[in-house]
């Protein structure tokens, strides 16, 4: 288990963290989400031990991160900035992470190169953004690590590939208990992978949820009525996080479930009443919005 109890790192004037806590279970999918700025390449370093803690602690399985070689042999961190041996193909880089890692399988890495659309023999300079994120998958993954830190994962890849990526990752976690955490800028593309998922903003977690838990109780229901009822009427009985209407069509977020909200408002004389599956993304809107924080200002 990842565990960091306020924990805080400055560079010169600039606070990056401030009292960041959290826990992060092993075997999960864990999606960090934020802004630039926000402190989310920061806290994966800290995780990874590359940068020491100017306050507070973080800890996995208990001991401390920084210097702790026994902890960095079973993490690795594929960064946003991706760094590569000068010249290397790769092939060097597996040798050199064969040389760095105890649990590197050249079975795996064997495996993977055939996976994924790249010559292992050319040399890494030559290849695009997308293609270096995958040969930085493969190394991570060929390392066998029990954490994986992966900084804006899917960053440069395109569709196939990156189901590619969720496929592996979560056989990874299904075969080994695999740790994993994501940082990105998109909810979306993080929904149908991570199974918890967290908002940093000004280096502090503001909000962190279980997927599942995160989507109970609300839904989005479209109606039609003829003729309009006004809007406020439904006020008095639904708990409405949003409304509007169009014409004789009624959308609405509600907390509640879909199909009790739908036959009420089939009672009220609806023309029909329909539940429409609600986006990560705009759960976590109305969720910030219900806690006094303007999601827009927060990620965009």
Do not use: W
């Amino acid at each position: 288990m990842i565990k960091a109890t306020s924990l805080v790192k400055c560079f010169g004037d600039f606070t990056a963290l401030s009292a960041l806590t959290t826990e992060i279970h092993k075997g999960s999918i864990y999606g960090l989400v934020g802004s630039n700025g926000s402190g989310k390449s920061t806290f994966l370093r800290l995780i990874a031990g590359v940068y020491m803690p100017d306050g507070g602690t973080i800890e996995i399985d208990g001991q401390p991160v920084f210097e702790n070689t026994q902890i960095k042999d079973k993490t690795f961190f594929v960064a946003d900035d991706l760094y590569f041996l000068p010249q290397s193909n790769m092939n060097d880089m597996a040798k050199f992470y064969k040389s760095i890692y105890s649990t590197f399988s050249e079975e795996k890495y064997a495996k993977l190169c055939t996976i994924f659309p790249l010559d292992p023999r050319k040399k890494i300079n030559t290849f695009s953004k997308g293609m270096k994120r995958q040969a930085a998958i493969i190394m991570g993954l060929a390392s066998q690590p029990d954490l994986l830190l992966l900084d804006e994962a899917f960053d440069g890849l395109d569709p196939i590939i990156r189901g590619a990526v969720r496929k592996l990752l979560s056989d990874e976690i299904a075969s080994r208990d695999m740790t994993v955490i994501i940082t990105s800028h998109n909810l979306r593309e993080l929904e149908d992978l991570c199974d918890h998922v967290g908002l940093l903003h000004k280096g502090e977690i503001m909000f962190e949820r279980e997927i599942d838990e995160l989507k109970l109780g609300f839904c989005k229901v479209h109606a039609a009525f003829n003729p309009m009822i006004p809007l406020e009427e439904f006020k008095k009985d639904l708990s409405i996080m949003q409304i509007s209407a169009t014409g004789s069509l009624i959308n609405m977020v509600v907390r509640g479930i879909s199909s009790e909200v739908s036959e009420y408002l089939l009672e009220k004389g609806a023309l029909f009443a329909e539940g429409v599956p609600l986006t990560l993304e705009e759960v976590f809107i109305h969720e910030m919005e219900a806690v006094g924080y303007d999601y827009n200002n927060i990620i965009f």
